[in-house]
């Protein structure tokens, strides 16, 4: 810090608070990796004679000016006990009140532990879904003082933004257009395609069919310091799902890269390459966390979609074939038919994950009306392979159902949920992708019929695991009372996602009836013989058994 604020202990205490809410700003409104780790508070910024910064002369960060060191002591009787609590149960000799929870080592756990100390203390119950959004000190202090302070009873859709919002960010760049000397887009057979998030699980999928269904090479744009690591961390995932067949490497080309960065977060060179090689790209990247607010998911997800674009109208024209979601659509009581056209509406589209997808969907049909040839997929709930029963352990519905089993029970809830296969989903969409030419913007991609989540959990039962259907309050306080206690149950870090009456609309809505019109796809996929599997008992044990075999959850008690 700058001596001159370091010797004024006032001065000390309101940059460190200062630097406190400014990572607290920078974790809402960027990813983790682009908050900074410094923040350094000088009283003016050096400058050179021209008036310029003088870069030269500003200090270097410091232990003590890490946003993670800053330190705020107490000021309220209430802060100081508060403070207590987190020093007992983090172990640590003193707690800045202006500190996150998060940023001193807690964790979806300790929090909860931290939430059951505070009503013990002060007999003030918790909206847990808040207790998630970067708690303080000083703001739990608040919270334990006002009933009626917003923290505390939330908003309805607090990983949201507001209509307003979504409809100012589906608003399409003019950069995004092919230019007057853009070559035409390639035609089938595509000789290099462009794959995003193929070191995801549907990705993986999605690779696969794209290498058995073409003799395309296929780019994959993946994390990666170098290109031996991209190669690896594809082929490595290709294996994890039972998917690598011989020869793959020599047709995979890993593309170090970030698609939430401008270009791609590749070299201009490695860009240039792209713009020039590639004829078709399928965008699958994104962050499918339901827990994520919006401002954090938006780089990947929607200005991901803009730098995509953005290549498909460089050098070449590229067919984009993006994989959207049926979140897309607001949730509505009762039945509703959804068909494969435009989005129009955007109340009750609600989450962080629904509402980028949504306007992402929005911003490829907008590229279409200016010469991109633009495909969206709407696909159901990916559930597990419906050949081999590979599945994600990373689903919400997955860590759901081994939350429950967990718990020994399950929550009563009238929802209807649309499990569709992961390698029909990525069939489906490759052989559209690779045929070209469809006129059809939009495809609806559901599975082969809705599934209500006490059947699922029914077909849980009937493998063998011992649930107990509650009643959804009687089932929540079971839940948070475990997770209190320091149980290990996997729904722990989706407790912002539960309330004590009812789920976050991001669950989905009780009652709620949706119908997919599927005309477009049922003509695109017409005499190729993609169909998907019922999820039926028989289906449903395929990946259960897997997990069990995978130690994801444990084997059903014998008798």
Same mark, same amino acid.
């Given at each position: 810090?700058?001596?001159?604020?370091?010797?004024?202990?006032?001065?000390?205490?309101?940059?460190?608070?200062?630097?406190?809410?400014?990572?607290?700003?920078?974790?809402?409104?960027?990813?983790?990796?682009?908050?900074?780790?410094?923040?350094?508070?000088?009283?003016?910024?050096? &400058?050179?004679?021209?008036?310029?910064?003088?870069?030269?002369?500003?200090?270097?960060?410091?232990?003590?000016?890490?946003?993670?060191?800053?330190?705020?002591?107490?000021?309220?009787?209430?802060?100081?006990?508060?403070?207590?609590?987190?020093?007992?149960?983090?172990?640590?000799?003193?707690?800045?009140?202006?500190?996150?929870?998060?940023?001193?080592?807690?964790?979806?756990?300790?929090?909860?532990?931290?939430?059951?100390?505070?009503?013990?203390?002060?007999?003030?119950?918790?909206?847990?879904?808040?207790?998630?959004?970067?708690?303080?000190?000083?703001?739990?202090?608040?919270?334990?003082?006002?009933?009626?302070?917003?923290?505390?009873?939330?908003?309805?859709?607090?990983?949201?933004?507001?209509?307003?919002?979504?409809?100012?960010?589906?608003?399409?760049?003019?950069?995004?257009?092919?230019?007057?000397?853009?070559?035409?887009?390639?035609?089938?057979?595509?000789?290099?395609?462009?794959?995003?998030?193929?070191?995801?699980?549907?990705?993986?999928?999605?690779?696969?069919?794209?290498?058995?269904?073409?003799?395309?090479?296929?780019?994959?744009?993946?994390?990666?310091?170098?290109?031996?690591?991209?190669?690896?961390?594809?082929?490595?995932?290709?294996?994890?799902?039972?998917?690598?067949?011989?020869?793959?490497?020599?047709?995979?080309?890993?593309?170090?890269?970030?698609?939430?960065?401008?270009?791609?977060?590749?070299?201009?060179?490695?860009?240039?390459?792209?713009?020039?090689?590639?004829?078709?790209?399928?965008?699958?990247?994104?962050?499918?966390?339901?827990?994520?607010?919006?401002? &954090?998911?938006?780089?990947?997800?929607?200005?991901?979609?803009?730098?995509?674009?953005?290549?498909?109208?460089?050098?070449?024209?590229?067919?984009?074939?993006?994989?959207?979601?049926?979140?897309?659509?607001?949730?509505?009581?009762?039945?509703?038919?959804?068909?494969?056209?435009?989005?129009?509406?955007?109340?009750?589209?609600?989450?962080?994950?629904?509402?980028?997808?949504?306007?992402?969907?929005?911003?490829?049909?907008?590229?279409?009306?200016?010469?991109?040839?633009?495909?969206?997929?709407?696909?159901?709930?990916?559930?597990?392979?419906?050949?081999?029963?590979?599945?994600?352990?990373?689903?919400?519905?997955?860590?759901?159902?081994?939350?429950?089993?967990?718990?020994?029970?399950?929550?009563?809830?009238?929802?209807?949920?649309?499990?569709?296969?992961?390698?029909?989903?990525?069939?489906?969409?490759?052989?559209?992708?690779?045929?070209?030419?469809?006129?059809?913007?939009?495809?609806?991609?559901?599975?082969?019929?809705?599934?209500?989540?006490?059947?699922?959990?029914?077909?849980?039962?009937?493998?063998?695991?011992?649930?107990?259907?509650?009643?959804?309050?009687?089932?929540?306080?079971?839940?948070?009372?475990?997770?209190?206690?320091?149980?290990?149950? /996997?729904?722990?870090?989706?407790?912002?996602?539960?309330?004590?009456?009812?789920?976050?609309? /991001?669950?989905?809505?009780?009652?709620?009836?949706?119908?997919?019109?599927?005309?477009?796809?049922?003509?695109?996929?017409?005499?190729?013989?993609?169909?998907?599997?019922?999820?039926?008992?028989?289906?449903?044990?395929?990946?259960?058994?897997?997990?069990?075999?995978?130690?994801?959850?444990?084997?059903?008690?014998?008798?």
């Amino acid at each position: 810090m700058n001596r001159r604020l370091a010797n004024d202990p006032l001065a000390t205490a309101w940059a460190a608070g200062l630097r406190g809410s400014l990572r607290g700003y920078a974790r809402t409104h960027l990813p983790e990796a682009m908050v900074p780790a410094h923040f350094v508070v000088l009283p003016e910024l050096p &400058k050179l004679p021209n008036g310029k910064v003088d870069r030269g002369a500003l200090p270097r960060p410091t232990a003590e000016e890490s946003t993670e060191s800053a330190y705020v002591a107490p000021r309220t009787p209430v802060e100081t006990q508060l403070a207590r609590i987190w020093q007992d149960l983090l172990g640590l000799p003193r707690v800045g009140v202006e500190t996150s929870f998060f940023d001193l080592g807690g964790d979806s756990l300790t929090v909860l532990q931290m939430a059951a100390q505070v009503r013990d203390a002060y007999g003030v119950r918790l909206d847990l879904r808040r207790m998630f959004e970067d708690p303080t000190v000083a703001r739990l202090a608040r919270m334990v003082g006002s009933e009626a302070d917003p923290y505390l009873s939330g908003a309805a859709n607090p990983r949201g933004v507001d209509d307003e919002q979504m409809v100012a960010d589906a608003v399409l760049p003019e950069d995004i257009a092919p230019g007057p000397d853009t070559l035409p887009p390639a035609t089938a057979p595509y000789r290099a395609v462009l794959l995003t998030g193929g070191t995801g699980y549907t990705g993986a999928f999605l690779l696969r069919e794209l290498l058995d269904r073409s003799t395309a090479t296929v780019h994959v744009l993946v994390r990666a310091a170098d290109r031996a690591q991209a190669d690896a961390r594809v082929l490595d995932n290709l294996t994890e799902y039972g998917l690598l067949r011989t020869g793959d490497a020599e047709r995979i080309v890993g593309v170090p890269g970030d698609t939430g960065r401008p270009y791609l977060g590749t070299t201009r060179r490695a860009y240039r390459e792209l713009a020039g090689t590639v004829e078709m790209i399928v965008h699958n990247a994104a962050i499918s966390s339901w827990i994520v607010p919006y401002p &954090k998911i938006k780089p990947v997800n929607v200005f991901g979609a803009l730098e995509v674009l953005r290549l498909a109208c460089d050098t070449r024209t590229k067919p984009v074939h993006f994989v959207s979601t049926i979140g897309v659509y607001p949730g509505d009581q009762g039945e509703r038919r959804w068909d494969e056209e435009r989005l129009t509406e955007t109340q009750d589209v609600v989450g962080g994950y629904r509402q980028s997808k949504w306007v992402a969907d929005t911003l490829m049909l907008q590229a279409r009306e200016r010469g991109v040839p633009t495909h969206v997929y709407r696909l159901g709930a990916v559930a597990g392979s419906q050949t081999t029963g590979a599945c994600s352990t990373d689903t919400f519905i997955n860590h759901l159902l081994k939350g429950c089993i967990q718990l020994g029970a399950y929550l009563d809830y009238d929802l209807l949920i649309d499990l569709v296969p992961v390698d029909y989903c990525a069939a489906a969409v490759a052989q559209i992708a690779l045929a070209g030419g469809h006129r059809e913007a939009v495809f609806n991609v559901p599975g082969a019929g809705s599934t209500g989540m006490n059947d699922i959990f029914q077909l849980v039962v009937d493998h063998g695991y011992p649930l107990r259907k509650l009643a959804y309050q009687d089932w929540y306080r079971e839940l948070v009372a475990a997770v209190e206690r320091g149980e290990d149950n /996997e729904l722990a870090v989706y407790l912002p996602l539960f309330g004590e009456d009812r789920p976050a609309d /991001e669950v989905g809505y009780p009652g709620s009836r949706p119908v997919f019109g599927t005309a477009h796809l049922e003509e695109a996929l017409t005499g190729t013989g993609i169909t998907p599997r019922r999820v039926d008992r028989d289906l449903f044990a395929l990946y259960l058994d897997y997990f069990v075999s995978t130690g994801f959850l444990p084997a059903p008690p014998q008798g």
